[in-house]
């Protein structure tokens, strides 16, 4: 009877893993000679060009200091590093020998020419949701480059997380395949927007929080998730800015990088900003706008701009004459001869700190980032420079700072432990 169910238990068990052998199972597609960068038409090139642009290809896959493209940049996720891949058309240790057909799976359904599985590190699970047009002209811009010869280091996920058979599973549970449907009752520049957003550009990679598999969650569009020692903010109704985040303010950030009154993209999001969107053309960062007003719920709310701006500036005007409390001559000494806003306008230049998400999010953590390592000019505006506080200040001190900021300039509830807070990021250092 024991033997029976033992001999049963192992059939289910073969049967099993043979089932999830077919499931995870891809062919190889069969290498090609490297194709003649001649035969790929220049405005096919181009277009690829702003694509890659617009996909943060560069920003993932070169390592610091590398060639372009060429790869081994380190992806630090729970489970381990995964780095990048080779994307210049080396054959060997490149994409040289795909076909365009390799290189479109790969992009939309995440399997290498090889027909193994990638990580979703890599994020096919949006660009899945690119036409054909798109990949051809993102195959044409790559395969044109020129071909650098390096390997990436090897991952250091641990077994059996290395196994890239499993990664079947995963996209069983969370990887839904196939272009986006534009919404007909949208229009064409809301659909435009919908399709840079979520396919190409991927702002939920980063906006959107993550399950422990590591999965972005359906039900969580954009509310918001920490990244990279950031957070990045939810872009829903939730987002925490007093003034809402209308068309125009959308436009000036994606556009420029700083809007005047939500102050300017650091971190991870001034790349987005500087490498990726800069190659798209006007209309196209219009219609993220458009989109994205849209997500956040801004344009029924744009009476509240005006009594917004008036309450900050009177938040200001207020600490301006609070010499008494140690904090606020602290904050006056190190920050107000930057962050005023005379009469009643904001300077965008002066970021209005009572119109910013790094004091108004539930986490102090962007707030803390910014004072200890400042803001260079090529990150955010030209010309201006955010000095940072790293070696002048104590943590006690840049939490005074903080704590002053958040009581005096919202009505959320203080932050816990920030003297823990800023000693922990003190540690991770100012690495981009
Ligand atoms: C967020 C980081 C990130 C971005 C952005 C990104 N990639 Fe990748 N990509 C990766 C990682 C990591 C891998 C390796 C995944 C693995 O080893 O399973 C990868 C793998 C690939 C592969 C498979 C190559 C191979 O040798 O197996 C291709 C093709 C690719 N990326 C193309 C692109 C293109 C084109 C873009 C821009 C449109 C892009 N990637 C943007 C992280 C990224
Ligand atoms: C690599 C991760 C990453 C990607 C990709 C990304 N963001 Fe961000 N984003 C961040 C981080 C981190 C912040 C917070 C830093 C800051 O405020 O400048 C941020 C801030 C923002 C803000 C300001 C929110 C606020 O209230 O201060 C907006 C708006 C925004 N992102 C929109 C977008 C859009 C639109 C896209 C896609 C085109 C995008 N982001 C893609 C990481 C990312
Ligand atoms: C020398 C002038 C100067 C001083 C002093 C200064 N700042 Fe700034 N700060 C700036 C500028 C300029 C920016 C906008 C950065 C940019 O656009 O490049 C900025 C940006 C910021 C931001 C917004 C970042 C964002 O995501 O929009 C915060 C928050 C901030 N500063 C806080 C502070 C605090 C707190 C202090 C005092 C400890 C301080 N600053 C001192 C000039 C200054």
Known sequence: MFRRILIGLVGVLIVG?????????RSAIAPVARPSPAGFAPDLVARGEVLAGAGYCATCHTAQGGKPYAGGYPMRTAFGTIY???????????????????????????????????????????????TDADVAALYAYFITRPAVRATPPANTLPFPLNIRALQAGWKLLFFRDGPLTPDPIKGAEWNR????????????ACHTPRNSLGAEERGKPYAGAAIDNWIAPPLTKANPSPVPWSRDELYAYLRSGVSQHHGTAVGPMSPVVHDGLRKLPDEDIRALAIYLADVAGSDARLAEIKP???????????????QTDPAARLYNAACASCHYNGGDAVNALRPELALNSAVTLSDPTNLIRVILYGVTAP??????????????????????IAGYLRSTR????????????VATIRAQGNHE
């Open 379 to 400: 990150e955010g505006a030209p010309g201006v420079v955010m000095p940072g506080f790293a070696a002048g200040f104590s943590d006690a001190d840049i939490a005074r």
């Open 193 to 204: 927007g919908a399709y840079l957003a979520e396919g190409i550009s991927h702002c939920g």
């Open 308 to 322: 917004a701006i008036e309450r900050a500036l009177a938040a200001d005007r207020a600490g301006a004459g609070a």
């Open 84 to 130: 990048s891949t080779n994307i210049t058309p080396d054959p060997e240790t490149g994409i040289g020998s795909w076909s365009e057909a390799a290189f479109q799976r790969a992009m939309q359904q995440g399997v290498a020419r090889d027909g193994s599985h990638l990580f979703p590190a890599f994020p096919y699970d949006h660009f899945t949701k690119l």
């Open 410 to 421: 919202t009505s959320g509830p203080a932050w816990p432990d920030l003297d823990k807070a």
């Open 17 to 25: 893993v043979g089932a999830f052998a077919m499931l995870s199972w």
